[in-house]
């Protein structure tokens, strides 16, 4: 876990649930709070504290963790900022996350939405955009990527917790894993929830979907009639980028995999692959 300092900015509240304290802070060297990088792979979100109930708080939006520049640009469009959350991704995370939980899908669980009064020029194309810090606490910080930046005993001891969850005495925890897994599709889609970012970066150790910023739900569809017409097609997708999770688990937990059994435990849930093969 790396060190960072950061600053507090004055900001306003978008979103808010509960009376959770808020954390405007963005990466400043001269900073005088610090926050804490999980891992080379959190490029801009950030540990920055936990609550009463031991949960930790984590922020997105704070800037790079590498590099001298907070936020870097790149010219596609003025949403390529690096490091930086625009309000509209960080309020589409906010809603859907929820629309999700309330399926009851373990998720993180969010606090607010800030945005900062810090506004950023973009002199390439002539724009000026304010952050967005969207904020949400988490019962395990690392994600399923970040196993090779944790201690063993780390993952043993979030591993040891999925018991809870296996009702049908499985002698492997990758297992129990893909059963989480596959019912949190099978409950997303039969409710026409797209995630749309279904991969190891996205759920923590202690199970949670994390990342609802590309997110499509009934309650918070696409804004752009185009996207929600590709919707769809998409669904598919997931089974896949699910498996690859489920196989990345096991491979860091040094599980032998049958295939087979995950094959059947798909098709269980109504993922039959057979109709993928080719």
């Known amino acids: ?22 954390f405007p802070l963005l990466i400043n060297n001269n900073g005088g709070k610090d926050i804490y990088c999980i891992s080379p792979l959190h490029g801009r979100s950030f540990v920055v504290g936990q609550n009463d ?21 790149t010219p596609d ?3 390529d900022v690096w490091g930086l959350l625009l309000k509209e991704d960080a309020l589409r995370d906010y809603y859907c996350c929820q629309d999700v939980q309330a399926l009851g899908i373990k998720t993180n669980q969010m606090e607010c939405v800030l945005e900062l009064d810090y506004p950023i020029y973009i002199p390439q194309n002539k724009a000026t955009i304010k952050p967005a810090i969207l904020q949400y606490n988490v019962e395990c910080p690392y994600r399923i990527c970040d196993a090779p930046f944790m201690e063993k005993s780390q993952i043993e001891a979030e591993v040891n917790k999925w018991q809870q969850y296996n009702h ?66 998409l669904y598919s997708r997931e089974v896949i980028q699910t498996y690859v999770i489920i196989n990345y688990i096991a491979g860091v937990l040094r599980e032998e995999v049958n295939y087979a059994d995950i094959d059947a435990l ?11 093969s080719v």
């Open 168 to 233: 049908k005495g499985y002698s492997q925890n990758h297992m129990i894993a893909a059963e989480v897994l596959i019912s949190n599709l099978r409950t997303m889609h039969d409710h026409e929830v797209l995630h749309n970012a279904i991969h190891e970066q996205n759920y923590t150790w202690a199970l949670e979907l994390l990342d609802f910023e590309l997110c499509r739900t009934p309650q918070h569809p696409y804004e752009k009639a185009d996207y929600e017409r590709h919707v769809p097609s």
């Open 53 to 73: 109930d031991g949960r930790y708080i984590v922020t997105k939006g704070n800037g790079l963790c590498y590099s001298q520049y907070p936020f870097i640009y």
């Open 1 to 22: 876990m790396k060190r960072i300092r950061s600053n507090k900015e004055s900001y306003t509240i978008v979103k808010q649930r509960g009376n959770y304290i808020c």
């Open 77 to 79: 469009t003025t949403a």
């Open 266 to 276: 798909f098709a269980e849930y109504g993922f039959d692959l057979s109709r993928f």
